[in-house]
């Protein structure tokens, strides 16, 4: 089983800078109107489900994540919306809406599911025929490099014992292999691309200790976490770039 990690809603929404951006260019691709009903599939603290909602005057939000601590900083950050955004905690694979919806929109987050052929699955189950999928999640050679780096940190004492076993909880794919999961999932056509996104995070620590590397920081006993960290951020030098490959995904219900 890969590995997994708790989420901190309040650090994420502080600290998600360069998902928030990568998201709104995500935003560009969808076509609305402005009265549809669309899912934010893995919403996280509501940044970029702020700017689907500003899309949206006249539409509906259905905002889901599976961490209650991401959905409580989405629930605060979108309160003004009322009623036109409605957020809620829950497992994407086991995805249910009463009603089909008009379009499913993701950032940031299928690389954290293992099993896409299931998620691909509930989400063509939720949108009504000739609805549209757009998504963006990390893909085939995401922070090949970063990680190349970190892994020389975790090889030394005193991490490597906390590692024995380790899993990484991350699913990478090609867009090749996401196509074919798509139309087997039942939807008329996809296309998907690799696009290099690097990213030098304004709050480099908080957010390799947040995002980038939460399951191994979360792994390791509380006193070393820091040096930890320490040792990660000098074999990285100065700035930090965090080398990013995103997999985008278009796909017609």
Same mark, same amino acid.
Request: charged share 25%.
């Given at each position: 089983?890969?590995?997994?990690?708790?989420?901190?809603?309040?650090?994420?929404?502080?600290?998600?800078?360069?998902?928030?951006?990568?998201?709104?260019?995500?935003?560009?691709?969808?076509?609305?109107?402005?009265?549809?009903?669309?899912?934010?599939?893995?919403?996280?603290?509501?940044?970029?489900?702020?700017?689907?909602?500003?899309?949206?005057?006249?539409?509906?939000?259905?905002?889901?994540?599976?961490?209650?601590?991401?959905?409580?900083?989405?629930?605060?950050?979108?309160?003004?919306?009322?009623?036109?955004?409605?957020?809620?905690?829950?497992?994407?694979?086991?995805?249910?809406? *009463? @009603? $089909?919806?008009? !379009?499913?929109?993701?950032?940031? %987050?299928?690389?954290?599911?293992?099993?896409?052929? /299931? +998620?691909? &699955?509930?989400?063509?189950?939720?949108?009504?025929?000739?609805?549209?999928?757009?998504?963006?999640?990390?893909?085939?050679?995401?922070?090949?490099?970063?990680?190349?780096?970190?892994?020389?940190?975790?090889?030394?004492?005193?991490?490597?014992?906390?590692?024995?076993?380790?899993?990484?909880?991350?699913?990478?794919?090609?867009?090749?292999?996401?196509?074919?999961?798509?139309?087997?999932?039942?939807?008329?056509?996809?296309?998907?691309?690799?696009?290099?996104?690097? *990213? @030098? $995070?304004?709050? !480099?620590?908080?957010?390799?200790? %947040?995002?980038?590397?939460?399951?191994?920081?979360? /792994? +390791?006993? &509380?006193?070393?976490?820091?040096?930890?960290?320490?040792?990660?951020?000098?074999?990285?030098?100065?700035?930090?770039?965090?080398?990013?490959?995103?997999?985008?995904?278009?796909?017609?219900?």
């Amino acid at each position: 089983m890969p590995t997994t990690h708790t989420w901190d809603g309040g650090t994420y929404d502080r600290v998600s800078g360069p998902q928030a951006a990568m998201g709104v260019g995500v935003l560009e691709r969808l076509r609305l109107a402005g009265d549809e009903t669309v899912i934010d599939a893995g919403c996280g603290s509501g940044r970029v489900t702020e700017a689907l909602l500003e899309r949206l005057p006249r539409g509906h939000v259905i905002a889901i994540d599976a961490s209650e601590s991401m959905a409580a900083a989405a629930r605060e950050r979108l309160g003004a919306y009322g009623e036109r955004v409605d957020v809620r905690v829950g497992d994407l694979l086991e995805l249910r809406v *009463q @009603r $089909p919806v008009d !379009a499913v929109f993701s950032t940031a %987050t299928f690389h954290w599911i293992a099993d896409h052929e /299931r +998620l691909f &699955a509930r989400l063509r189950a939720a949108l009504h025929d000739g609805g549209r999928l757009v998504a963006q999640c990390g893909g085939e050679g995401n922070i090949t490099g970063l990680r190349a780096r970190a892994g020389e940190v975790l090889a030394r004492d005193p991490y490597v014992e906390a590692f024995a076993g380790f899993q990484p909880p991350w699913n990478y794919a090609a867009p090749q292999e996401t196509e074919a999961r798509l139309l087997g999932a039942g939807f008329q056509s996809a296309e998907c691309w690799l696009t290099p996104a690097p *990213q @030098r $995070p304004e709050h !480099a620590r908080e957010f390799l200790q %947040t995002v980038v590397l939460g399951p191994h920081v979360q /792994r +390791l006993p &509380a006193e070393l976490r820091e040096p930890f960290l320490d040792d990660v951020l000098e074999e990285l030098g100065s700035p930090v770039v965090v080398d990013y490959v995103r997999l985008n995904i278009d796909a017609l219900a």
